[in-house]
């Protein structure tokens, strides 16, 4: 354990821009964590004579329309933002990877209807398809995570497909199954093990997109509803007052929107390099 | 001749190919918005006070009170013949405003590639040729940051920055000013109308409201075209053609344009493809933000009105331009790498 760590350590060290994403993506999970702890004001209450302040020492980022601190709006967000950007990555993940994997492992009639099924998830502009689901299933936090889910699982059920299908005859499988292994057994104890690290890497990367996403369904008002602070929503309520100057209710929610997708990309990037040099571009 | 005929077998091969999907487009949206919430029977009666009968009449009117099997087959029936239904919020048949509004959609989106392609190339290959130096950096860094700003975000503050501080662009809403000049309707593509009628100011008025949706776009785009671009030219500036090409004394520039160009092009098509579907949902934001009279804000109000047909045609729009796309695409690789057509 000791020996992988010091080699973290090792790869971090010449990969500086790696390091700051994996110490910029871990504060930002910190800060959310421990958003409500460390919120200067609450981020729901209004104050309508400090309407519209720009950012000052009393108010980082300044304070919106009804007079709410702006940085208080911004930790309780990330709490949300992150937790939909995560439980949707992780199931798309999890079923994207069982399902992947069983249809790489058996082939035949089962992986040609998914590869079907996929081919038309494809085949939608994938935002589009989030919006009419978050549309169909209701305005509430768990119909954009699953949403979300559901425009991931493509990419991961192909991932794990074709990772799974190259292994599937080689010698080790062919031994497990030699020793009496189950089907069942063999892909998820020896198989899905052999790409999962794989398939880690593309969940940094997923992460941001995700974030992406569910921000945009809420800037066009579908998915979380004001007054929740939401990053999308921050941006869109701060749309209507950009012609008149007041740039710091989107520039805030969009800085950190930026640079929360920043982290997660770099970080992706650099967990990728690790994993193939040869991807390097 | 044999050349243009296997093309055109190929052409219909993926055409036929694609048709599965496309149905599968079509009956998933059909029942994505059948669960909709919100009875459209109920929200298109004259007002909250009207009476059941009108409400159930409505309902009988639009098809709503048969099972949803039928509902379907009927649905499927319609778009064979063209038809896609009637828009309850403008009251006009759904083919109608999309054919309306898709040039507005169009122009923006092919103004935003052509943008997104015209910066992503020169960069991605400057980059390519001087590997480390502080230009290849300077690229990776405006791709990096690109790809993380959400188009609403980068949007406003474009409108922020060259409409409120500068003051030199236009009004951002909308097309073009209403009152400055008449628009003419040949293509339904502005700038091209403009440009057949000999109408350079209206041109001009044209360009410069479509300039910062585009922008807009075509930053979000930037990065995976450049980033492509710059990897392939990079593989391929390594390869022993190239040498050759060098050691038998051809001048820098067509060796690079011509040699090495060519053969970079086949992964930045595909990834073209890729990018030109991405577009397509970053329409939905986009024309939010600047108020696009288009198919996506179409779309998109008739969806908050719980107004079924047109977010169908929508999809269904979408899904077909995405398999047209891919087609072209397919045929792109044939002109950039002849081998491609013999497979």
């Not at chain 1, 709410?68 to 933002?81: T, V």
């Not at chain 1, 119909?143 to 991931?152: R, S």
């Not at chain 1, 990419?155 to 292994?181: K, P, Q, T």
């Not at chain 2, 695409?329 to 002849?338: E, M, R, S, T």
Request: charged letters at 15%; aromatic letters at 8%; one cysteine or more.
């Amino acid at each position: 354990m000791s020996a992988t760590l010091r080699h973290v350590g090792w790869v971090l060290r010449g990969n500086p821009v790696t390091a700051l994403a994996a110490a910029g993506a871990t504060a930002l999970v910190l800060l959310a964590a421990f958003a409500p702890w460390i919120m200067p004001y609450d981020p729901i209450a209004s104050n309508v004579p400090k309407a519209l302040q720009p950012p000052s020492w009393d108010h980082w980022a300044g304070t919106d329309q009804l007079g709410r601190d702006i940085f208080s709006r911004l930790l309780a967000a990330a709490r949300l933002d992150l937790a939909i950007a995560a439980s949707a990555v992780s199931l798309s993940f999890v079923v994207g990877a069982v399902i992947g994997a069983w249809c790489g492992y058996t082939g035949g009639a089962v992986d040609r209807a998914v590869g079907r099924v996929v081919d038309v998830l494809m085949a939608f502009p994938l935002f589009v398809l989030a919006m009419a689901m978050v549309a169909a299933l209701g305005n509430r936090v768990e119909n954009i995570i699953l949403a979300t889910a559901i425009i991931n699982l493509p990419f991961y059920i192909r991932f794990a497909r074709a990772e799974v299908n190259i292994r599937r005859d080689l010698g080790w499988v062919e031994a497990a199954r030699a020793c009496g292994d189950s089907h069942l057994s063999v892909v998820l104890r020896f198989l899905l093990p052999n790409v999962l690290p794989a398939m880690a890497v593309q969940i940094s990367l997923n992460l941001g997109w995700a974030i992406l996403n569910a921000a945009g369904l809420s800037f066009i008002g579908l998915g979380v509803t004001a007054p929740t602070p939401e990053w999308g929503i921050m941006v869109a309520e701060g749309a209507r007052f950009i012609t008149t100057g007041k740039w710091w209710l989107v520039a805030m929610p969009g800085l950190a929107l930026m640079l929360t997708v920043l982290c997660f990309n770099l970080l992706g990037d650099g967990l990728r390099d690790m994993l193939d040099p040869r991807m390097r571009t | 001749m044999r050349a243009l005929r296997s093309a055109g077998r190929r052409v219909g091969g993926r055409l036929l190919a694609s048709l599965p999907a496309l149905f599968g487009v079509v009956v998933l949206t059909f029942l994505l918005m059948r669960v909709l919430p919100g009875d459209p029977a109920v929200f298109f009666a004259s007002g909250p006070t009207a009476g059941q009968e009108e409400i159930e009449a409505l309902r009988k009117e639009l098809g709503l009170d048969q099972p949803i099997p039928i509902q379907l087959v009927r649905y499927l029936g319609d778009i064979a013949h063209g038809n896609l239904g009637r828009s309850l919020t403008t009251g006009q048949p759904v083919m109608t405003d999309l054919r309306r509004r898709l040039p507005a959609s169009l122009e923006l989106t092919f103004s935003a590639l052509a943008l997104a392609l015209s910066l992503a190339l020169p960069l991605g290959i400057l980059a390519a040729l001087r590997p480390g130096s502080l230009l290849d950096h300077a690229v990776r860094l405006v791709c990096t940051m690109g790809v993380c700003v959400p188009t609403f975000v980068s949007g406003l503050l474009l409108v922020y920055v060259f409409y409120v501080v500068l003051g030199i662009a236009p009004d951002p809403t909308g097309r073009i000013d209403i009152f400055a000049s008449s628009r003419p309707e040949i293509t339904g593509f502005l700038l091209v109308d403009f440009a057949l009628m000999g109408d350079w100011e209206g041109w001009w008025a044209a360009a410069s409201q479509l300039i910062l949706p585009a922008s807009t776009m075509a930053l979000f785009v930037l990065a995976p075209l450049a980033r492509m671009t710059r990897a392939s030219m990079l593989a391929v500036l390594g390869s022993d053609f190239i040498r050759t090409a060098r050691s038998l004394g051809l001048a820098e520039g067509r060796v690079i344009v011509v040699y090495a160009l060519r053969n970079a092009l086949v992964p930045v098509l595909t990834i073209t493809g890729i990018v030109f579907s991405t577009m397509l949902g970053a329409n939905v934001l986009v024309e939010k933000v600047f108020s696009w009279p288009g198919v996506a804000s179409y779309a998109l109000d008739a969806l908050l009105a719980s107004d079924y047909a047109p977010v169908q045609g929508f999809v269904l729009l979408m899904a077909s331009i995405f398999v047209l796309v891919n087609l072209t695409v397919d045929l792109l690789y044939g002109l950039a790498d002849p081998r491609a057509t013999a497979a």
